[in-house]
């Protein structure tokens, strides 16, 4: 979510830092402060980096999240094909899991159509795009946005690209219009490297590619062990 500065909040760095989510860590190194008398450890403050690369950990989880195929059954079906994004008998991480496992277990009552529909509304590719399209309309360049659009194109752009192709494409060129030129802007050299990758991403089309992890083969290593 955006957050004003602490200019405009009226707040000390660290008062505005801690306000919005940076924790509180285990102070460790030459120049940590001596333990306290209880023998506790010393805390500061995360550092832009640390709470930058925890934030992106979030994004890409939820990603994740969002990307996973709405029918396990179907990623089953394909692997028995042989079928599968990947070819040569490789399917979902879903689909590969279910064809191991069996039948799934008894458990409670599937949920009623209209309460499925909603769900996958908010937990699955039509999510995922509201997640991208409300950050570029609504959140103000910066390293921790783009940070975000990173971790978040990394994990869903393929399965995005897949499903909306051209119009998802002209979502990116927004990104790549409006989006890189403001983060430039700004000239925070913190951001240079994010802006810097976000670019790579767009100008070699690597939200074509499928994401390592995405698709698993039905059987490795482990299965002759």
Known sequence: AYTKSCAERGLAREDHQRAIGFKSVDWVGADAPA???GGENPQRLETSDEFTARQSGYVAFYAALLQCDANPEAGSAAAAAGGG???GGSSSIFGARRAAAGPPPSGPP???LADLAS???LYGLPGAWAYVARVLNHVPAS???AAALMAFLNTAGC???AAYGGQFVKMLRTLYDGFLPDLAAHG???ARAVGTRLRTYLERAQ??????????PLQDESSYT
């Open 110 to 112: 599937p949920l009623p």
């Open 35 to 37: 333990p306290g008398p």
């Open 188 to 190: 925070d050299p913190d």
């Open 159 to 161: 399965a995005m690209h």
């Open 85 to 87: 994004a990947g070819g």
């Open 143 to 145: 390293r921790t946005s």
């Open 119 to 121: 769900l996958r509304a």
């Open 207 to 216: 939200y074509a590619e499928v994401p390592e992890g995405r698709e698993l």
